[in-house]
């Protein structure tokens, strides 16, 4: 069994900042990359940033410059610092891990729940 539990969503006024956060935990033999998604009502699912385990990153055009995602892999960790942020960033904000359990060399995904994150005034 695995899990991603995410936090750090919430209310914002536009120009502020959040810091989201996921915690994977289980029967974990390895994390490859990981990464954070989104998806605004009405659309598509769509990647925000992705991290390696080497820590190359990439993210989508909207956001860069803006957020920043970080892990720390002794924790299997994954954080995005979101700066500046803009009523379009509203959306639920999901943790996506690519982990190898104990039990299957395979390399499945895992999705966290799921946090809100609202840009408004």
């Known amino acids: 069994q695995v899990q991603l539990v995410e936090s750090g969503g919430g209310l914002v006024q536009p120009g502020g900042s959040l810091r989201l956060s996921c915690a994977a935990s289980?029967?974990?033999?390895?994390?490859?990359?990981m990464g954070w998604y989104r998806q605004a009502p009405g659309k598509q699912r769509e990647l925000v940033a992705a991290?390696?385990?080497?820590?190359?990153?990439n993210y989508a055009e909207a956001v860069k410059c803006r957020f920043t995602i970080s892990r720390d892999n002794a924790k299997n960790t994954v954080y995005l610092q979101m700066n500046s942020l803009k009523p379009e960033d509203t959306a639920d904000y999901y943790c996506?891990?690519?982990?190898?359990?104990?039990?299957?060399?395979?390399?499945?995904?895992?999705w966290g729940q799921g946090t809100q994150v609202t840009v408004s005034s």
């Open positions: 996506n891990a690519k982990i190898a359990t104990m039990f299957s060399a395979r390399v499945d995904d895992y």
């Open positions: 289980g029967s974990i033999f390895s994390i490859n990359a």
């Open positions: 991290i390696t385990r080497g820590g190359r990153t």
